[in-house]
């Protein structure tokens, strides 16, 4: 089994920076990817971005370009999610999630196989 938790969510202004950390434990060396979600009130779960835990490839939605940035740091089992000038429209749970898979070309929801508990960002005007 593999345990995520999420860390960093809190409330900000609109045009704050913000970087959450997901950390990793137990079998974590069963996965191979991680990827950073979110879902506002009402709507379904958005992919944002993931990339493999050594780093060496990212893949992110076009929604994320240009202000969110995903890294991994092997050593210390974690991925952070840096976001820069967020908006209000940035509020919601966001989600750190594991894949066993060890290719990704078009990332999905089902590929994923370990979640975290989220962390709550809010983004106020």
């Known amino acids: 089994q593999v345990q995520l938790v999420e860390s960093g969510g809190g409330l900000v202004q609109a045009g704050d920076s913000l970087r959450l950390s997901c950390t990793a434990s137990?079998?974590?060396?069963?996965?191979?990817?991680v990827a950073w979600f979110r879902q506002a009130p009402g709507k379904d779960r958005e992919f944002l971005g993931t990339?493999?835990?050594?780093?060496?490839?990212?893949i992110y939605a076009d929604s994320a370009k240009g202000r969110f940035t995903i890294s991994a740091d092997n050593a210390k089992n974690t991925v952070d999610l840096q976001m820069n000038k967020l908006k209000p429209e940035d509020t919601a749970v966001y989600y750190c999630a594991a894949s066993t898979t060890s290719s990704i070309m078009i990332p999905r929801i089902e590929q994923y196989d370990y979640w975290g508990q989220g962390t709550q960002v809010t983004v106020s005007s």
């Open positions: 990339i493999t835990r050594d780093d060496t490839n990212t």
């Open positions: 137990g079998r974590t060396a069963s996965f191979n990817w």
